[in-house]
């Protein structure tokens, strides 16, 4: 498979990534380095209704029933997304119509509307749209983890905002707000599969996007951990849902991707050793897998299941005895090793072949390092990883302030004792 990306600048800054690939389509993301970590209190859920009001027309786009029939006759999609540090407008479409597509991101993002009866009619929408995160028990989950260690609550609060917030913001704040959060110097455009003329895609580019201005725009990346052991009663529930949590031993940057790596070898390993203890010795859990909550500067990682409330101590206590065991004499081998490096070509192929991931990969890649993802040497690196080097990078891997999460049905053990008797 083709893998050959350009990074190339704008004249006021932003980052443009193309990525050539032998398809008949092309994909094209437009992302902010902006999400709801950067709200201030009062204005946790605005990224998010921003967001749904670029879809709701602009100037040259007027309705939404005009956007979706310009997108059927021109052969293309578009649809957006709000994270807790992106905003992302992307599309794919027929290649030679790729301009279309760049014509109308433009043009939604210095043009959209943001008429007041739209918004209005969208505040009942979101409404629903958090009504019905707030009925999702991994999203249930997620906001008990993040309100209880790190003070917010990701979906209920942060991401989506609350009722009295969504029925308050004002189609001047919204414009305030993009005013201080888009900004050429957080912008990064990535374009993968078939790119009929460089020259004149990053000169349509140019066009459509020079009105940009060139702010620094600040990043939230503060994050404060309180280690909990706590459980979300929910007496409706059958099962137990259990995470439980280390902080990362290495950092996110650059220099610590190989320690990362090697890192991540552990990972996988102990992971199919626990999960064929619980599953296929004892028959406890249905699933068994890696954990990991965080941003960009700090992170926890580690287990995830779910249980039956009588379950719940023998599963914490194999678990807790079998890590210990795993982490004092790691077995892991160079076969293992070489079996990861194998089926990582699968997965190498997955995101390889699709224009969307290979984008995804890209801008992600770029954001948080910037620089282009180097595909062949990020396999030559796992491919130096030996077993010395996995075992000396995770020294300390349980050591740090655990944390012990559960959901659902009431159970009566005291788990972090339990974990405590074991883990030795």
Not at 176 to 198: H, Y
Not at 401 to 414: E, H, L, V
């Amino acid at each position: 498979m083709k893998y050959n990306p350009t990074l190339h600048k704008l004249s006021n800054g932003v980052t443009v990534i193309l990525d050539p690939m032998d398809l008949e389509t092309t994909n094209i993301k437009i992302h902010f380095n902006t999400g709801s970590r950067d709200e201030a209190s009062h204005e946790y859920g605005l990224t998010h209704f921003c967001e749904h009001m670029f879809g709701k027309g602009s100037t040259r786009f007027p309705s939404k029933k005009f956007i979706d029939d310009y997108m059927d006759y021109w052969g293309g999609t578009r649809n957006a997304a709000t994270g807790n540090k992106s905003l992302d407008f992307y599309g794919r479409i027929l290649a030679k119509n790729l301009d279309k597509l760049i014509d109308f991101f433009g043009d939604t993002l210095q043009n959209a509307l943001f008429d007041t009866d739209k918004i209005d009619i969208e505040r009942r929408v979101i409404c629903d749209e958090l009504r019905r995160a707030q009925d999702r028990p991994d999203r249930q989950f997620t906001d008990f983890i993040s309100k209880n260690l790190f003070d917010y609550a990701t979906f209920s609060t942060r991401n989506l905002g609350s009722v009295e917030s969504i029925m308050s913001f004002t189609r001047e704040q919204m414009k305030e707000f993009l005013s201080r959060r888009l900004s050429a110097k957080n912008c990064i455009i990535g374009i993968s599969g078939k790119i009929v003329d460089t020259d004149a895609t990053l000169s349509l580019l140019e066009k459509s996007f020079s009105f940009l201005p060139t702010h620094n725009v600040s990043e939230n990346t503060d994050i404060k951990y309180t280690p909990s052991v706590i459980h979300n009663l929910q007496s409706d529930k059958k099962n137990v849902r259990l995470a439980i949590l280390f902080p990362d031993i290495f950092s996110p940057r650059y220099e610590d991707r190989y320690n990362n790596f090697a890192i991540g070898r552990f990972e996988r390993f102990y992971i199919k050793a626990l999960s064929d203890i619980l599953r296929q010795e004892n028959g406890l859990v249905y699933g068994f897998s890696g954990y990991g909550v965080g941003n960009e500067k700090f992170a926890l990682t580690g287990f995830y299941t779910e249980t039956a409330p009588e379950n719940i101590e023998q599963v914490v206590s194999l678990i807790a005895k079998n890590t210990y065991d795993i982490y004092t004499n790691p077995k892991i081998t160079p076969d293992d090793l070489d079996r990861y490096n194998r089926k990582d070509c699968l997965g190498d192929a997955d995101w390889m072949e699709s224009a969307g991931r290979r984008c995804d990969k890209l801008i992600g890649f770029y954001r948080n390092y910037g620089r282009l993802y180097d595909f062949y040497e990020t396999v030559k690196m796992f491919e130096q990883i030996t077993v010395s080097d996995v075992i000396e990078k995770t020294r300390c891997y349980f050591d740090g302030p655990i944390s012990i999460i559960t959901q659902g049905a009431d159970f009566k053990s005291d788990i972090k004792m339990v974990w405590d008797k074991s883990y030795k």
